[in-house]
């Protein structure tokens, strides 16, 4: 069909009174499967496995689908390999077959850097989250680890000093972390010793999906990065927890499968936790806790045995005694070896019953050496005495209560009770927020639907929740026996837009009350309403479309007729 230019003079102006439709030209960003995140601390006697480990990386390399990203700091004495730099530098690894030399991009050079900071932490994690996009996020913290003390020990901070992560700064970063990625990390990886302790998963227990660590020492090798990473990069699109399995299979058999390389170890243990499971499983911990307290001059003799012969995570573990200052021992040992030295009392059975079982449901896979049966790698801090007394007492540390554990639940109680054979004859009750979610978001107008659980070993006799600091707010009717469950609703009608603070508090039969526990919030106003003139230009464009196309047809069947 040949249109007439006459047709093509009346079209064209009509056609230009159509607004145009505008394409944004977005920046396509190649978003991967997974991206790795190693935060290696080498700047200290682990600089040679440092080395090793980013060799390790190499042999597998990153692929579309797998970013391996690696921000190292390094010493000035113990290696001088590699050009012996001594600062912080930042690298996507790339494959080769050296198993000598780092050949990977070297993306940034940070200089000198203080990387037991929370601040470089997440310095480090929002660089690779922007520049390394994945669906999937795992960061891996490399380096020594002290259980509750601290993580990432840094021996020259840029002055001279050393510096190290502690939990204050490990909660404050994960947090941070959280708002890079808008959502809990996939996984947590400790490659540092010791960090399987009931109050270290206590601090991040909101902040990520899963984590990964060992009970005891591990070796200087760490993790077998070359096998880990091999299954990796052969299957990209795995979940969070085939990958974590993994590295706990990996993890154990390079060291009990009799070869030289790494070394052997006597003592190896790797658990990947369900951190949205675990709450329950410390809340657990708490209930015995609070259970043995009030026996604790009835069962000392049978305590005291129970911890003697439980697995302890301390390699110079000796019956009663840790002579390397690390008293931790393995929950779920404790549990079974009271049971066998406390017969014949059903209500402590069955609180050692509701800890295996929560324990169980917070433990996604653990694998041990064969040498340790008892090693189950749930942790906890059980030191010999309160105060020193002879030369291999280990000392319990206030810093314990400090932490969100020992604040909030009742195992240092229990302690304190122990080592002072004095009976709680009523401990104050708990309280638990099982939702929403830390950081939630709702958006205008909505619900919050704020519930969790109370205990207390005689009677709840009330729940209180308040928002932002207001005022205490009871939630009628909540009342009873052991544990009991809450629920309290909040219209985000009557919140501002932004985050909120929701707290809550149970009180029992005696008036006390237990820690105040919390969580925060965000809430979003409602998207915007279309503007009257977007929507009346969008019928207009529409009404002439039609005009347009009706004249097109009406002129092909008039020329067609002729």
């Known amino acids: 069909m040949i249109m007439s230019r006459k047709l093509l003079f009346i079209l064209v102006p009509l056609l230009l009174l159509i607004p145009p439709t505008v394409h944004a030209q977005e920046e396509t960003v190649q978003v991967a499967e997974w991206t790795i995140l190693v935060y290696m601390v080498a700047d200290n006697n682990l600089e040679s496995a440092g080395i090793e480990d980013v060799n390790e990386m190499e042999q597998v390399g990153s692929t579309e689908e797998v970013n391996i990203v690696v921000q190292m700091d390094r010493h000035k004495e113990y290696d001088t390999s590699n050009g012996d730099w001594t600062g912080t530098k930042r690298f996507y690894i790339t494959q080769d077959s050296d198993t000598e030399t780092i050949t990977s991009v070297e993306v940034e050079d940070l200089n000198e850097t203080n990387m037991g900071t929370q601040k470089a932490l997440v310095g480090f994690v929002s660089w690779g989250v922007e520049n390394y996009p994945a669906k999937r996020y795992m960061l891996i913290l490399w380096d020594h680890g002290g259980s509750f003390w601290g993580v990432c020990y840094d021996e020259d901070d840029g002055e001279g000093d050393k510096d190290y992560i502690n939990m204050s700064e490990l909660k404050g970063a994960m947090e941070e972390v959280y708002g890079i990625v808008g959502r809990r990390i996939d996984i947590l990886g400790f490659d540092a010793c010791l960090m399987a302790e009931t109050s270290v998963l206590y601090q991040v227990r909101d902040l990520s999906e899963i984590v990964l660590a060992s ?44 070869m030289d390389d790494p070394q052997d170890s006597p003592a190896v243990t790797m658990t990947a936790f369900n951190m949205r499971a675990y709450p329950k499983a410390a809340e657990a911990i708490s209930h015995l806790a609070m259970e043995l307290s009030t026996q604790v001059t009835l069962r000392s003799l049978q305590i005291w045995t129970a911890r003697t012969r439980t697995t302890g995570y301390d390699l110079a573990n000796i019956g009663p005694f840790d002579v390397t200052n690390y008293p931790l021992y393995d929950v779920v ?3 079974d070896k009271l049971q066998q030295y406390i017969p014949f009392d059903n209500r402590i059975h069955d609180v050692i019953d509701e800890v295996k079982g929560a324990v169980a449901e917070a433990v996604i ?28 007492a280990t000392v319990y540390d206030p810093l314990y209560s400090r932490l969100d554990f020992g604040r909030e639940k009742f195992w240092d109680d229990f302690l304190k009770a122990y080592y002072n054979l004095k009976d709680i004859r009523d401990p104050p009750p708990t309280v638990t927020i099982l939702s929403p979610q830390w950081n939630q978001s709702f958006q205008q107008p909505s619900n919050i639907v704020l519930s969790g659980e109370a205990f207390d070993l005689k009677e709840v006799r009330n729940v209180s929740v308040r928002v932002d600091g207001g005022k205490w707010v009871e939630i009628p009717g909540v009342r009873g026996p052991g544990t009991i469950t809450w629920r309290y609703v909040i219209s985000t009608e009557n919140l501002p837009p932004g985050r909120h603070l929701l707290e809550v508090k149970a009180t029992d039969s005696a008036g006390q009350s237990s820690p105040v526990v919390s969580t925060w919030v965000c809430v979003i106003s409602p998207p915007k309403e279309r503007e009257a003139s977007g929507g009346l230009g969008t019928e207009i464009s529409l009404l002439l479309i039609i005009f347009v196309a009706a004249l097109i047809t009406g002129a092909a069947l008039l020329l067609k007729k002729r």
């Open 333 to 335: 040992d404790f549990c």
């Open 365 to 392: 896979y653990a694998k041990a050496d064969p040498y340790h049966p008892g090693a189950h790698g749930l942790t906890i801090y059980f030191p010999n005495r309160e105060n020193p007394e002879g030369p291999v």
């Open 215 to 258: 009970g005891y020492s591990e070796p200087n090798d760490g993790w077998p990065y070359k096998e880990i990473l091999e299954k990796l990069v052969q299957r990209p699109t795995m979940g969070g927890e085939d990958l974590a399995k993994i590295v706990v299979d990996e993890y154990v058999r390079s060291y009990t499968d009799r």
